[in-house]
């Protein structure tokens, strides 16, 4: 609903069938080029990296008769030279975001296209998203907690994050103000420099982590899983443990930031239902125990963001605890 309020918002600020609209992944439905076509978009181009999906893409658009309006485009759009006769979009739906924002390529995409595919590639409302954001903060995890060697290493991970629904109660952050760790203009995108190393210092609030203790007694006896004195005792441990960074993405739709899609609530990172997932690299093989209000988690994160797609983007967390004295 949001990305269409969005769209309809841009569409309506010209006179209808006048702007020219590039859906970047459009997918085997199409999604967001039919809508724009349904909208008022004079033309729509769909790119599809996929065979299978731009052939199913085409079909669609056939049978719900928008082919005079949308052209389904197969292939990479790095590897597209140019839109058909040279043409130009006013507007781009790039919707590439990982919950990593950055981790499904929107980096070299985006840079690629604002050099060749956009009339006006320097202003905000030439996109959809206008920014894409990654937060990130210390969390605890109960599973981390129930399980470890010889039963389970989590090093066969291989650094390899852990994948949460956004509302999953498994996971919780240990402090109430995330950090911002990725923000990414598409408008400014050439500009945009990947910091190599940033470095994040979170304070734990005891309050916080005492909140979290009895959202882990509810999952720990939650179906009678494990018996009451056994969960009060393992949710003192998890909620007091540190398991690596959870991370998550953030979408600003408009220049105007009136449409949102925040993947966790704003700004505190609650659980909430989002299409999006929250990740989170386990940072040791076991949980770090015994933290306290006061206490610090300090974290260098190195992030390599290439511009070709040829390699996949690459994220590095390095940590330490310090607790207060």
Same mark, same amino acid.
């Given at each position: 609903?949001?990305?269409?309020?969005?769209?309809?918002?841009?569409?309506?600020?010209?006179?209808?069938?006048?702007?020219?609209?590039?859906?970047?992944?459009?997918?085997?439905?199409?999604?967001?080029?039919?809508?724009?076509?349904e909208l008022g978009a004079g033309k729509v181009y769909a790119i599809e990296a996929s065979p299978t999906e731009a052939a199913a893409a085409r079909a669609l658009v056939k049978k719900t008769g928008w082919d005079d309006v949308i052209t389904v485009i197969e292939g990479f759009s $790095?590897?597209?030279?140019? @839109?058909? !006769?040279?043409?130009?979009? =006013?507007?781009?739906?790039?919707?590439?975001?990982?919950?990593?924002?950055?981790? &499904? /390529?929107?980096? /070299? $995409?985006?840079? *690629?296209?604002?050099?060749?595919?956009?009339? &006006?590639?320097?202003?905000?409302?030439?996109?959809?998203? !206008?920014?894409?954001? $990654?937060?990130?903060?210390?969390?605890?995890? $109960?599973?981390?907690?129930?399980?470890?060697?010889?039963?389970? *290493?989590? =090093?066969?991970?291989?650094?390899?994050?852990?994948?949460? +629904?956004?509302?999953? +109660?498994?996971?919780?952050?240990?402090?109430?103000?995330?950090?911002?760790?990725?923000?990414?203009?598409?408008? *400014?995108?050439?500009?945009? !420099?990947?910091?190599?190393?940033?470095?994040?210092?979170?304070?734990? =609030?005891?309050?916080?982590?005492?909140? !979290?203790?009895?959202?882990?007694?509810? &999952?720990?006896?939650?179906?009678?899983?494990?018996?009451?004195?056994?969960?009060?005792?393992?949710?003192?441990?998890?909620?007091?443990?540190?398991?690596?960074?959870? @991370?998550?993405?953030?979408?600003?739709?408009?220049?105007?930031?009136?449409?949102?899609?925040?993947?966790?609530?704003?700004? *505190?990172?609650?659980?909430?239902?989002?299409?999006w997932q929250t990740v989170l690299p386990i940072m040791a093989t076991r949980p770090v125990p015994g933290l306290k209000g006061g206490d610090e988690v300090v974290i260098t994160s190195q992030v390599d963001l290439p511009k070709a797609l040829d390699r996949p983007a690459r994220y /590095?967390?390095?940590?330490?605890?310090?607790?207060?004295?």
């Amino acid at each position: 609903p949001l990305f269409k309020k969005a769209i309809q918002k841009r569409l309506a600020s010209a006179p209808i069938g006048s702007l020219t609209v590039l859906d970047l992944g459009t997918g085997p439905y199409a999604l967001f080029a039919i809508l724009a076509a349904e909208l008022g978009a004079g033309k729509v181009y769909a790119i599809e990296a996929s065979p299978t999906e731009a052939a199913a893409a085409r079909a669609l658009v056939k049978k719900t008769g928008w082919d005079d309006v949308i052209t389904v485009i197969e292939g990479f759009s $790095t590897d597209i030279p140019n @839109l058909p !006769n040279n043409d130009k979009a =006013d507007v781009v739906i790039a919707e590439i975001v990982g919950s990593v924002a950055s981790e &499904e /390529g929107a980096y /070299g $995409t985006v840079l *690629d296209a604002h050099s060749k595919f956009v009339k &006006e590639p320097n202003l905000a409302s030439s996109w959809i998203p !206008n920014r894409i954001q $990654t937060f990130a903060a210390p969390a605890s995890y $109960t599973l981390h907690n129930l399980f470890g060697p010889p039963d389970f *290493d989590w =090093d066969k991970l291989k650094g390899e994050p852990v994948r949460f +629904n956004c509302r999953d +109660n498994g996971l919780q952050l240990m402090v109430d103000r995330p950090v911002l760790l990725e923000d990414i203009s598409f408008a *400014d995108i050439p500009n945009y !420099n990947p910091p190599r190393r940033t470095h994040l210092r979170f304070v734990l =609030d005891d309050a916080k982590l005492k909140r !979290n203790q009895l959202a882990f007694y509810e &999952e720990y006896t939650k179906v009678g899983r494990l018996a009451k004195e056994e969960a009060e005792t393992l949710s003192q441990t998890t909620a007091r443990s540190f398991s690596g960074l959870a @991370l998550w993405p953030r979408l600003v739709l408009d220049q105007d930031a009136q449409f949102v899609c925040n993947s966790r609530s704003y700004p *505190d990172g609650n659980h909430q239902k989002s299409h999006w997932q929250t990740v989170l690299p386990i940072m040791a093989t076991r949980p770090v125990p015994g933290l306290k209000g006061g206490d610090e988690v300090v974290i260098t994160s190195q992030v390599d963001l290439p511009k070709a797609l040829d390699r996949p983007a690459r994220y /590095g967390l390095h940590g330490n605890v310090v607790f207060a004295s």
